[in-house]
Nanobody
Framework: QVQLVESGGGLVQAGGSLSVSCAAS????????MGWFRQAPGKDREAVAQ????????YYEDSVKGRFTISRDNAKNIVYLQMNSLKPEDTAVYYC??????????????????WGQGTQVTVSS
């Protein structure tokens, strides 16, 4: 069992920056591929950024490339998402996600083994 707890998020003006983090705990949590999904009201949950268990490869959804950066610290079991140049369309609940290392990156909602509780990110125009 892996537990994921997000922190960070909040309200920011367009063009600003925010950072969210996800602390993982549980057996072998550092061996999981990790990622961030987001879900806006009335929309499907979508993958935003993901990183392999080793940190050797990452994935970004097209609309966040060049603005968001995912990283992980396996010694601390924490995954970070740095979000810069935020836009109102980035407003959503952001969820931390973990998938088995045998799953490729990017992984889909259906391939996610564990979820965090979600944290709200609101970007005002």
């Amino acid at each position: 069992q892996v537990q994921l707890v997000e922190s960070g998020g909040g309200l920011v003006q367009a063009g600003g920056s925010l950072s969210v983090s996800c602390a993982a705990s549980g057996r072998t949590s550092r061996n999981y591929n990790m990622g961030w999904f987001r879900q806006a009201p009335g929309k499907d949950r979508e993958a935003v950024a993901q990183i392999t268990w080793s940190g050797g490869r990452s994935y970004y959804e097209d609309s966040v490339k060049g603005r968001f950066t995912i990283s992980r610290d396996n010694a601390k079991n924490i995954v970070y998402l740095q979000m810069n140049s935020l836009k109102p369309e980035d407003t959503a609940v952001y969820y931390c996600a973990a998938s088995l290392p045998t799953t490729s990156v990017p992984f889909m909602v259906s391939e996610t083994n564990y979820w965090g509780q979600g944290t709200q990110v609101t970007v005002s125009s």
